[in-house]
């Protein structure tokens, strides 16, 4: 990811909706996975980003200040939802969810 891209600058999602994803993405069960450590079970097959269902709502691995400068900490093995999530938005270009999230925090859709 650029340094000078959209997402980089925001991080508005990660601080504004809830991530749910399989266990199997976990560190323990996959080689450069989710750390265990930053989850918390929902199901028996479930697990969710810790400080997702905060109120209010920031990922544990985002790191920064939202729309000025963030970054993710676990980036490289960041779970599907956040992979899937908005995937031009580092173009430039948003969707829906992107920019309700974006609106959140006061700032203008993409």
Same mark, same amino acid.
């Given at each position: 990811?650029?340094? %000078?891209? +959209?997402?980089? =600058?925001?991080?508005?999602?990660?601080?504004?909706? /809830?991530? %749910?994803? +399989?266990?199997?993405?976990?560190?323990?069960?996959? @080689?450069?996975?989710?750390?265990?450590?930053?989850?918390? @079970?929902?199901?028996?097959?479930?697990? /969710?980003?810790?400080?997702?269902?905060?109120?209010?709502?920031?990922?544990?691995?985002?790191?920064?200040?939202?729309?000025? #400068?963030?970054?993710?900490?676990?980036?490289?093995? =960041?779970?599907?939802?956040? =992979?899937?999530?908005? @995937?031009?938005?580092?173009?430039?270009?948003?969707?829906?969810?992107? %920019? #309700?999230? =974006? /609106? #959140?925090?006061?700032?203008?859709?993409?």
């Amino acid at each position: 990811m650029s340094d %000078d891209d +959209h997402c980089t =600058r925001c991080g508005a999602c990660c601080a504004a909706f /809830r991530v %749910d994803f +399989h266990q199997s993405e976990l560190a323990s069960a996959t @080689p450069g996975g989710v750390p265990d450590a930053m989850t918390v @079970p929902v199901t028996g097959e479930l697990v /969710r980003m810790r400080g997702t269902d905060e109120a209010p709502p920031r990922c544990v691995a985002l790191a920064g200040e939202i729309g000025s #400068r963030v970054g993710c900490t676990i980036y490289a093995g =960041r779970p599907s939802p956040c =992979r899937d999530f908005a @995937p031009y938005a580092a173009l430039g270009i948003g969707e829906d969810a992107c %920019d #309700r999230a =974006r /609106r #959140r925090h006061g700032l203008p859709p993409l």
